[in-house]
């Protein structure tokens, strides 16, 4: 018999930006949550998969985080689930929660009150180009000599946007370096160019930097005289993120996430940072549980950003643009038109400008990348051309 989980609300969030509409209407969702069991700790872990499992489902929805770290504070006692939310979940049932090998599922089903009528963007998909992290601070690798650990988290952080299956979808970039550091000065002396060519090469419309500040270790844990003991050291890991739009190059988020975590390997031990071992240790869970936090923030504040394509091709009437199926278009879908220009400011400083054309049109025919579009009343496009931009209309004709 399933478990019906209470649910008491402590109070608002300061941090959370939950949103509740009285035109919102409650639907039922189902997901399951997933936690490793560190040191034999089920309930911690428990709560870990809860947590995960609510998250999940609060993103799906369409509701509106500023940071899923601080959204839900869930702990399982007794049967009893204490939230600390701005109230969008009406009820939790417990489907079912299992144990297998050193890791815990749990899943929900959850009524909470949709935000996706008030968002007709979030049904369209976003792609974003996840490229390599940079490592600030190369000398504070060398506990581990864990060099590479840049290239293998922004390899989990696309893995962890790819399992949240929402609205935006990671594109693999993080194969080459890219110096990032300009991206995040208060300058923003960054170089529009090199998130046009990011964009463009990876098909994607936004651009997702990376930048590792901080991975030093504090002193020893365990005393000199516990020599059967082994060495453990209390170890930073920080990140800075900073989201673009590669069309038009502004900066539409920008966060950085901050923790600690047991370094349990040996000072003179080498750590492949690709291995199971790594990711299953306190300090590569951690990192992995940031990343799913990450993944939803993310998620969470694309929810509502336009899906822009590109016109590739012109022939006989017909326009060829770089969206299709993955982006969730279908057959009679509006899009919009709109020139790509550039202005230049006082300071010399080049930035893009978009014209809205008068154009609709609409898609023909229908490929997972691509699309073919026509004018709707079937007349020529005037002043259309090569690289405008479309947008897509919420609604069909």
Not at 172 to 189: E, G, L, P, R
Not at 322 to 335: P, S, T
């Amino acid at each position: 018999m399933k478990s019906f989980l209470s649910l008491a609300f402590a109070g608002l969030s300061a941090t959370a930006l939950l949103t509740f509409s009285p035109f919102t209407k409650a639907q039922w969702y189902e997901s399951t949550g997933h936690a490793q069991v560190q040191n034999g700790d089920v309930s911690a872990a428990k709560s870990a998969a809860i947590k995960d499992a609510i998250t999940q489902a609060l993103v799906f929805s369409g509701a509106r985080v500023s940071s899923v770290q601080t959204l839900v504070d869930g702990v399982l006692m007794q049967d009893q689930l204490k939230i600390s939310s701005h109230g969008e979940i009406q009820k939790i049932e417990l489907v079912s929660e299992n144990q297998y090998s050193n890791k815990f599922a749990i899943t929900l089903r959850l009524d909470i009150f949709s935000q996706t009528e008030h968002c007709p963007q979030s049904s369209f998909n976003k792609f974003v180009a996840v490229t390599q992290s940079q490592l600030n601070h190369r000398e504070q690798a060398r506990l581990g000599q864990i060099f590479d650990i840049n290239k293998a988290v922004s390899k989990n952080i696309f893995t962890s946007l790819q399992k949240s299956k929402m609205s935006a979808v990671p594109v693999a970039y993080y194969k080459n370096a890219i110096k990032v550091d300009k991206y995040f000065s208060q300058q923003h002396d960054y170089s529009n160019a090199q998130l046009e060519e990011i964009a463009s090469r990876s098909n994607a419309q936004y651009v997702l930097l990376s930048q590792i500040t901080n991975l030093s270790a504090s002193d020893k844990l365990n005393s000199d005289y516990a020599f059967w003991q082994d060495e453990s050291y209390q170890r930073s890991y920080s990140i800075e993120f900073v989201l673009f739009d590669g069309t038009t190059y502004e900066q539409l988020w920008q966060n950085s996430y901050h923790s600690q975590a047991i370094w349990p390997f040996k000072k003179t031990a080498i750590v492949d940072v690709n291995s199971d071992k790594f990711w299953q240790s306190a300090y590569g869970q951690n990192i992995n549980n940031i990343n799913q936090s990450i993944s939803y923030d993310i998620q969470a504040a694309m929810a509502c950003l336009p899906t822009q394509g590109k016109i590739m091709h012109m022939e006989n009437g017909k326009v060829v643009i770089n969206l299709g199926k993955a982006h969730g278009l279908k057959k009679g879908q509006l899009l919009s038109i709109a020139h790509h220009n550039y202005l230049t400011d006082a300071a010399g400083n080049i930035m893009p400008h978009t014209v809205t054309t008068l154009n609709t049109i609409r898609v023909e025919q229908l490929y997972q990348q691509t699309a073919i579009a026509v004018s709707i009343d079937d007349k020529p496009l005037p002043g259309v051309q090569i690289n405008d931009v479309v947008e897509i209309i919420s609604q069909e004709l």
